[in-house]
């Protein structure tokens, strides 16, 4: 069975930095990603690693100020994120699917979330 558990969420004030982990049991994954969420809005992806050749995907929101990592030894994706904005106020999700993809839609195994509150 497949498991995704964040954390590294809280609160911060803006311009600093947090890092989610995500521990995720499972094998075969060729897309590990960040997604986040607010009340009232669909679900966007922030960060994508595509496992074959390690390349990396952003939002343009993010980028420049987030990076995705993961240590296949710990089986862990992680989300360095710094200069944080008020506008990065959300839960955060991690997950996981068979296909290549930056669409939220299309990942099959997902977290339970973790919340980043950033003030200004």
């Known amino acids: 069975q497949v498991q995704l558990v964040e954390s590294g969420g809280g609160s911060v004030q803006a311009g600093g930095s947090l890092r989610l982990s995500c521990v995720h049991s499972g094998y075969g994954f060729r897309s590990l990603g960040w997604f986040r969420q607010t009340p009232g809005k669909e679900r966007e992806g922030v960060a994508v690693?595509?496992?074959?050749?390690?390349?990396?995907d952003y939002a343009n929101s993010v980028k420049g100020r987030f990076t995705i990592s993961r240590d296949n030894a710990k089986n862990t994706l992680y989300l360095q994120m710094s200069s944080l904005k008020p506008e990065d106020t959300a839960m955060y999700y991690c997950?996981?699917?068979?296909?290549?993809?930056?669409?939220?839609?299309?990942?099959?195994?997902w977290g339970q979330g973790t919340q980043v509150t950033v003030s200004s």
């Open positions: 997950a996981a699917d068979y296909g290549v993809t930056f669409d939220p839609r299309r990942f099959r195994y």
């Open positions: 690693i595509y496992i074959r050749d390690g390349s990396t």
